[in-house]
């Protein structure tokens, strides 16, 4: 008996060991799942930025970017250059950008024909005026300043995809001193835009991205740009901006000082290198109000800054101030990636800094130098072509509006006439291009089922069948075209932009390419560092050699 109960506690003591054993072999194997899951987790999050912020600067040039470069520090533009993935050569894909479409393109990855913005104003033919291109009267401002809204974009941009992607976690921010930049680049989903009131110096966003926060209600409090700017004397950064002599002839004096005041005062700041300076110091209160970039859904901030001319005069009326607005541009380009690297950690940023395209047009005195010109007027070219449509089909009123270099017909006229409109058009043209100063004429039926060539191809890549002309005029280099929605005669000039495409941080290698690349290619590029969808009208490739 006590032989078989030694036994039965043998096999009871082996088997508690081997319950034991087992238990601790589940709870090892838990351990190791667990810990296996958790770097798996912490591998997908560090496979995204923490944050991206893009930086889009008006009117930048590639030329005067590198002319201006004994004058910068080793922060900003020379950075970018020694450690930035550099594309030296970027276009648009269509012609003709400006702000607004060139802002629409970068975060939708696709041209004005897709996303709808051909340009910051275009003519509504249906009450046969121009709206602006964020106009929303649905949506006012906060607190003060027209109602504004991303209702005249088309198509979904990288943010709302990101937006989307994330359940709405991710947040998205976008600051700019000019309210069709700072919407745009929110597009529709993005947690608020911010851009300067003209009228009041206020930063504003629209109550289409909900309420105004109270750490900017209290920014402003703290900073009131109505009185700074009035107390403010722009005067050249330093004594080498002023003894800088790239764009200077012999009678022109090496200093400048400019005072606003007035109710334009904020409108004639926003056109100075000064503006970016308070662009930075609000991007940086929005970042630390609202953690952008602190945990592991990445994050989204745009930024706008400023690098034309002054009060939108050419360069050679105001040579030194365009000197000193680069300079100032490079300190605060600088300013803010160290800021935003420091807040968020070197290697879970990736910033993408870029142009919008184009520059403030020229006003050259060719006819002194005997240049060939000439001024093209809108006004007496839709006169002409609606007596011509008179004598081919009757009376009747056939060129409905003008806008720009484009010419809108009557349709319902067209209609009630049955008259083939292709027909008409194609009248128009042969019309049309016997007119002294017309390069050449394209019409709606020639962009829409006309023979391929690259430069038709950009051409009809800027045209949207709802928002342009039936008919758009190309007026020979050279000429003044003068419109009945300007007050002043724009100059046609053909010259190419030369502007840079940099994407920097993230462990992107350094590398310059010369080769031309398409700027569309930018948001299938970021969502592929994000893990996203790219834009859903984007056709473009990404660029694939970053890392």
């Not at 046969?128 to 209702?151: H, I, M, N, W």
């Not at 995809?161 to 989903?189: N, V, W």
């Not at 039936?470 to 190419?496: A, H, Q, Y």
Request: hydrophobic fraction near 35%.
């Amino acid at each position: 008996e006590m032989s078989a109960s030694l036994v039965g506690s043998e096999m009871c003591i082996r088997d508690r060991n081997k319950i034991m054993h087992l238990k601790n072999y589940r709870l090892l194997t838990a351990l190791i799942g667990a810990w296996i899951l958790s770097n798996a987790s912490a591998h997908a999050a560090s496979d995204a930025p923490r944050l991206v912020v893009s930086i889009t600067i008006d009117q930048l040039r590639s030329d005067y970017m590198q002319a201006f470069k004994s004058l910068y520090g080793e922060r900003g533009f020379k950075r970018l250059m020694k450690d930035g993935y550099v594309c030296l050569n970027a276009e648009y894909p269509f012609v003709s950008p400006d702000r607004a479409s060139a802002v629409a393109c970068l975060f939708t990855g696709a041209s004005p024909y897709e996303n709808g913005i051909v340009a910051n104003m275009w003519m509504d033919r249906k009450i046969l005026r121009p709206v602006f291109c964020v106009d929303d009267e649905k949506y006012p401002s906060l607190p003060k300043g027209t109602a504004s809204s991303p209702q005249y974009l088309r198509t979904s941009t990288l943010v709302d995809e990101l937006k989307m992607a994330s359940a709405g976690t991710a947040q998205i921010y976008a600051i700019s001193p000019f309210r069709d930049a700072a919407i745009l680049a929110a597009g529709h989903a993005g947690d608020g835009a911010f851009w300067i009131n003209d009228e009041t110096g206020q930063w504003v966003t629209s109550s289409y991205y909900g309420g105004y926060p109270a750490w900017a209600s209290a920014y402003d409090r703290t900073n009131p740009l109505w009185e700074k700017v009035g107390e403010f004397k722009w005067t050249p950064t330093n004594d080498l901006v002023g003894n800088f002599n790239y764009l200077l002839g012999s009678a022109v004096t090496n200093s400048f000082e400019h005072r606003f005041k007035g109710d334009q005062r904020i409108s004639q700041f926003k056109t100075t290198g000064c503006v970016n300076e308070e662009v930075n110091k609000f991007a940086k209160v929005c970042m630390e109000s609202t953690a952008l970039g602190k945990d592991d859904v990445t994050d989204f901030l745009s930024v706008t800054y400023y690098a034309g001319n002054f009060e939108h005069r050419t360069s050679s009326e105001y040579p030194i101030e365009l000197q000193d607005t680069y300079v100032r541009l490079d300190r605060q380009l600088g300013d803010l990636i160290d800021y935003v690297e420091k807040r968020v950690g070197s290697g879970q940023v990736l910033f993408v800094v870029t142009s919008t395209g184009y520059s403030d047009p020229e006003r050259p005195e060719l006819a002194r130098y005997r240049i060939p010109t000439g001024v093209f007027s809108m006004k007496k070219a839709s006169a002409l072509l609606n007596m011509y449509l008179m004598a081919m089909y009757g009376e009747g009123q056939y060129v409905e509006a003008t806008y720009n270099a484009q010419i809108f017909l009557n349709k319902k006229l067209l209609e009630e006439k049955q008259l083939n409109s292709a027909e008409v058009l194609q009248r128009c043209q042969d019309f049309i291009i016997q007119l002294e100063g017309v390069q050449d004429v394209y019409t709606s039926h020639r962009l829409n089922v006309g023979s391929w060539s690259p430069v038709i191809s950009k051409i009809r890549n800027s045209y949207h069948p709802k928002r342009s002309g039936d008919i758009l005029i190309d007026v020979s280099s050279g000429w003044k075209l003068e419109t009945e929605n300007s007050n002043e005669p724009l100059w046609i000039r053909e010259g190419f932009v030369s502007f840079p495409l940099v994407f920097l941080g993230y462990d992107i290698k350094s590398q310059i390419i010369k080769t031309p690349v398409s700027v569309d290619c930018v948001a299938p590029t970021l969502s592929q560092f994000m893990r996203i969808r790219a834009p859903n009208a984007c056709s473009a490739y990404p660029l694939t050699d970053l890392k």
